[in-house]
């Protein structure tokens, strides 16, 4: 058993970065984007978020992994409390977030950096945020659920409306999937429709 404190806050005081480090433990590459709408709310995957750059929050974790001596790939995840407006550190992923497409779309391609760091190829550090803020991510299964989902939970249910078109204003990128190049969505497919046949089959 696992016991942590709560931290109270919407949706919207989930944040992430994600960083890539080379062999000398030396930031090369990193994104930030905060979550506005979660499936399942509170703790699921992104349904939209928003490019945000958060320095005081890189500079939070920089030492953390500078001690560490931490090579390649992590996800550092923060929670806003509500009460207080400070920064929690919740959780350390050692992998790409499942919404690299995001940073990869605003310009950050951290697989593409990664490969780079760990072929020895001698890459600037990133010290400042090489994207733009503000740009907005969409998943549409995930935020469609997470809708419907907020409607069956009667959620202020009169303001819904207005949360819905601040939350995709703007500039938006979506999924990376292509018809063009089938492989990805094809994947993708099959291993959802395995993963809903094992629950079926376990239920």
């Not at 703790?43 to 945000?52: D, T």
């Not at 940073?103 to 600037?124: D, H, K, R, T």
């Not at 819905?164 to 094809?186: K, M």
Request: aromatic share 10%.
């Amino acid at each position: 058993a696992l016991i942590s404190e709560f931290v109270p806050g919407p949706d919207g005081g989930n944040i992430a970065i994600q960083l890539v480090f080379d062999s000398n433990s030396r930031l090369v590459g990193h994104f930030g984007l905060q979550k506005t709408r979660l499936q399942p709310a509170g703790v699921g995957i992104a349904g939209a978020a928003v490019s945000v750059h958060r320095i005081d929050l890189l500079q939070l974790i920089l030492p953390m992994f500078t001690r560490l001596r931490w090579q390649g790939l992590a996800e550092v995840e923060f929670k806003i409390d509500s009460r207080t407006g400070q920064a929690w550190l919740i959780e350390v992923n050692a992998r790409f977030s499942g919404s690299v497409a995001f940073a990869i779309a605003c310009g950050v391609n951290l697989p593409f950096i990664s490969c780079q760091a760990a072929m020895g190829i001698e890459l600037p550090e990133s010290t400042t945020p090489a994207y733009p803020e503000g740009v907005t991510y969409w998943n549409p299964i995930m935020y469609t659920r997470a809708i419907v989902a907020a409607f069956r939970r009667g959620d202020a249910l009169t303001a819904l409306p207005a949360q819905i078109c601040n939350e995709l204003r703007g500039d938006r990128v979506g999924n990376p999937y292509r018809l063009s190049d089938p492989a990805p969505l094809i994947g993708k497919a099959l291993f959802q429709f395995r993963e809903w046949f094992s629950k079926r089959s376990n239920a």
